[in-house]
């Protein structure tokens, strides 16, 4: 006679075979056989932590479980904002701000990872940080202090250019580049003030001078034009000129004339009464 507890369970067998299947779930969970890279992402895949020299676009990629591992890098363009100390040509003290947009070359990801670091914010801090102090210091030492503001733009580029290279060689490509502030001492930036307000008042006193000239010489030439108009009217005025303007008020006199001799009068009593009867 068999005993009724010497075979397993049905409800015994089915929870045994979950539990087998639940262990295998989180094994393969824990050893990750599948990588997934986003869009703006690198890959680079190490074996035993030796890196491989393909690089790793977008899309699913699987690996062997404990014996590689995906390593992402973000190749998207990035922003970055630094400051320091420099000095100018005329030694002056000169404090920068910059603000830069770089990333990382998709086709140096590999390089990057073996020479630098494993993500691209240790890359950057270990690059482009002193890169960008170097760059500002070595070309700033290059202008004066005066220069640095004048000649913003060719300061501007000349740093970037600079910049750029240096980047370059590290698999790192600089987008854009800006000086969001050049800060000197206080005494220098009020002589700077000084120097321009004397320059705009150099340039009003002499435009000042200008239009003073301009009209002394407007109101010479207009004398001078007056008085050569009078010396010619009386170089044209001659005796027989004269008689000639007499005889023609003479004539307009008559031609107006009606006929009637004037009435010469003093208070109510007739002085001098014409009429033409007796």
Same mark, same amino acid.
Not at 30 to 59: C, H, L, Q, W
């Given at each position: 006679?068999?005993?009724?507890?010497?075979?397993?369970?049905?409800?015994?067998?089915?929870?045994?075979?979950?539990?087998?299947?639940?262990?295998?779930?989180?094994?393969?969970?824990?050893?990750?056989?599948?990588?997934?890279?986003?869009?703006?992402?690198?890959?680079?895949?190490?074996?035993?932590?030796?890196?491989?020299?393909?690089?790793?676009?977008?899309?699913?990629?699987?690996?062997?479980?404990?014996?590689?591992?995906?390593?992402?890098?973000?190749?998207?363009?990035?922003?970055?904002?630094?400051?320091?100390?420099?000095?100018?040509?005329?030694?002056?003290?000169?404090?920068?701000?910059?603000?830069?947009?770089?990333? $990382? &070359?998709?086709?140096?990801?590999? &390089?990057?990872?073996?020479?630098?670091?494993?993500?691209?914010?240790?890359?950057?801090?270990?690059?482009?940080?002193?890169?960008?102090?170097?760059?500002?210091?070595?070309?700033?030492?290059?202008?004066?202090?005066?220069?640095?503001?004048?000649?913003?733009?060719?300061?501007?580029?000349?740093?970037?250019? $600079?910049?750029?290279?240096?980047?370059?060689?590290?698999?790192?490509?600089?987008?854009?580049?800006?000086?969001?502030?050049?800060?000197?001492?206080?005494?220098?930036?009020?002589?700077?003030?000084?120097?321009?307000?004397?320059?705009?008042?150099?340039?009003?006193?002499?435009?000042?001078?200008?239009?003073?000239?301009?009209?002394?010489?407007?109101?010479?030439?207009?004398?001078?034009?007056?008085?050569?108009?009078?010396?010619?009217?009386?170089?044209?005025?001659?005796? &027989? $000129?004269?008689?000639?303007?007499?005889?023609?008020?003479?004539?307009?006199?008559?031609?107006?004339?009606?006929?009637?001799?004037?009435?010469?009068?003093?208070?109510?009593?007739?002085?001098?009464?014409? &009429?033409?009867?007796?």
């Amino acid at each position: 006679m068999k005993s009724l507890n010497s075979e397993p369970s049905t409800g015994a067998r089915i929870f045994k075979v979950v539990a087998i299947v639940a262990a295998v779930v989180v094994a393969l969970s824990a050893m990750n056989p599948v990588s997934v890279i986003s869009a703006g992402e690198r890959g680079v895949k190490t074996t035993f932590g030796k890196p491989d020299d393909e690089v790793y676009g977008p899309g699913i990629h699987f690996k062997i479980p404990l014996a590689q591992r995906m390593h992402v890098m973000d190749v998207r363009i990035q922003k970055g904002e630094g400051e320091g100390n420099a000095a100018s040509r005329d030694l002056q003290s000169v404090h920068t701000r910059i603000a830069i947009n770089y990333h $990382l &070359d998709p086709s140096r990801v590999v &390089d990057v990872f073996r020479n630098i670091g494993p993500t691209t914010d240790i890359a950057a801090e270990r690059i482009i940080l002193p890169a960008v102090q170097e760059a500002v210091k070595a070309i700033t030492a290059r202008f004066t202090a005066e220069e640095l503001i004048t000649r913003r733009t060719e300061v501007r580029n000349e740093i970037g250019e $600079l910049l750029k290279e240096k980047m370059r060689r590290h698999g790192l490509v600089l987008d854009e580049f800006a000086i969001v502030d050049f800060a000197f001492s206080r005494a220098f930036s009020e002589a700077i003030e000084a120097k321009v307000r004397a320059e705009q008042e150099k340039l009003k006193a002499e435009r000042d001078l200008l239009r003073i000239e301009v009209e002394a010489k407007q109101k010479v030439t207009s004398a001078r034009a007056e008085a050569e108009a009078l010396a010619l009217q009386r170089q044209q005025i001659t005796a &027989d $000129l004269l008689a000639l303007r007499r005889v023609e008020n003479e004539r307009e006199a008559i031609r107006k004339w009606d006929g009637k001799l004037p009435n010469v009068t003093s208070g109510a009593v007739p002085f001098v009464n014409v &009429d033409g009867t007796r």
